[in-house]
Structures are given as C-alpha cells and as structure tokens.
C-alpha cells in the first residue's frame, strides 16, 4: 500500500493542503498503472481532492485509510459524498479517523474535544451513504509522544491539524483516547442498534477483503 501524496505536494500529484489542485501527473498516472499490475493498494488519505478523483478512476484498489466524511466535519483531510462514492463503487473502503479536527471542529481555548458519538456519526454517515462494506477503523492513533514534540509539528497547518489544548496537547476524542478504547467503538456501534455482520464489516472484515485483493 502506498499512500501516494501527504499533505503538500510531490512529484505524484497534489495534497491536500496545498494551494493549487492540479490532479495527478504525468509521473501519478504511471505510478498507479504499476500499482495496479503489481496489486498494490492506492492510499488516498492526505491526497488533494483532483488528485484523489483522478485516482480513484485510475486505481484498481483504492482506499482511504484514515479520513472521516467532510460534509460531517469540514477540514480538507475528510472525503466529500462524491469521492466515498465513487470509493465505495471501486470496493474501497474509508477508514475513519479519530484525530479531533478530523472528527469535529471544537473550541480547543475551553478545552473542548469530540467525543466517541462523533467519531460514530462518521461511521453512521458512511454505512447509510454507501453500505457497511465500505467503512473501517483508520484511527492514526500517536501513543507515548512528546507534547512539545507533536505540538511543535501540528502547529504548522493549524487549518488541517487544529489546536492544541490549553495543555498544549492534542487530545483525541473522549471515549476514544487510544487503541484501547476501540471496545467502545464495538459497544457504541451496539447501541445504535447495528446487525453483527456490519459490525463485523467495520471491525475489519472489509479490510481483510482489500489485502485478500491485494495480497491473492
């Protein structure tokens, strides 16, 4: 799997927090013509949005790995209704994310963060948009950092990244704080009433079906 741009640009295409939105180059379709000989999984989280269409259409296995719906949370990280569509017309899938300004805008000066309802809104949006087959977790989890470390990194894009807590941290969301409170993903998704096979799906069936595709 390769993720083909990160936020800025590169000599593939566009990221998505760069300024112009030129789509891929001469070099990314070339890229994704031998990814796609070669079975290999075209990532598109951190892509721009014309460089995420143009590989969609181009890409043979298409995910985004960690990206939330942006019509619940609008940062240039998400995914638009037309891009988890055409995705999920391709068998990918979209892992959601839990980093906070992925999940929800939130006032960080009062120290407010999203919560796990949040994070499972984005899984109810995508599972009614397009089916449980097309949604995964993709948290991007950063366990055991240094603050001043990750906050010395973020604080250069805070229009992607956010802002850090009056601790000078960046607090995922209550409930969800780390791997080991993906158990309540499993509980809350029980909660709101989910049949155990799209539990199934979203635990990681669907992203067993995209390596199988990749790794035959």
Request: aromatic share 8%; charged share 25%; proline share 4%.
């Given at each position: 799997m390769v993720q083909i741009t990160y936020n800025e640009k590169n000599s593939i295409g566009d990221g998505c927090g760069e300024r112009t939105n030129t789509g891929l180059s001469n070099l990314g379709m070339e890229l994704i013509e031998r990814m796609n000989e070669l079975d290999m999984i075209v990532d598109l989280s951190h892509v721009g949005d014309r460089t995420t269409d143009e590989a969609i259409d181009a890409g043979k296995i298409v995910v985004c790995s960690h990206s939330n719906a942006r019509s619940l949370c609008k940062n240039v990280r998400n995914k638009t209704d037309d891009q988890i569509k055409a995705l999920a017309k391709k068998n990918g899938i979209i892992g959601v994310v839990a980093h906070p300004s992925f999940v929800k805008w939130t006032n960080t000066e009062k120290d407010e963060l999203p919560t796990l309802d949040d994070l499972l809104d984005h899984i109810d949006y995508i599972v009614k948009f397009v089916g449980s087959e097309h949604v995964g977790f993709g948290f991007d989890f950063v366990e055991n950092i240094i603050p001043e470390q990750q906050t010395q990194d973020l604080l250069t894009r805070p229009e992607i990244?956010?802002?850090?807590?009056?601790?000078?941290?960046?607090?995922?969301?209550?409930?969800?704080?780390?791997?080991?409170?993906?158990?309540?993903?499993?509980?809350?998704?029980?909660?709101?009433?989910?049949?155990?096979?799209?539990?199934?799906?979203?635990?990681?069936?669907?992203?067993?079906?995209?390596?199988?595709?990749?790794?035959?």
């Open positions: 990244w956010g802002r850090p807590t009056s601790k000078g941290t960046y607090d995922y969301p209550v409930g969800i704080s780390g791997i080991s409170d993906a158990i309540n993903v499993t509980k809350g998704l029980i909660a709101r009433g989910y049949a155990d096979g799209d539990i199934l799906n979203i635990l990681g069936r669907n992203w067993i079906r995209v390596l199988k595709r990749s790794l035959k």
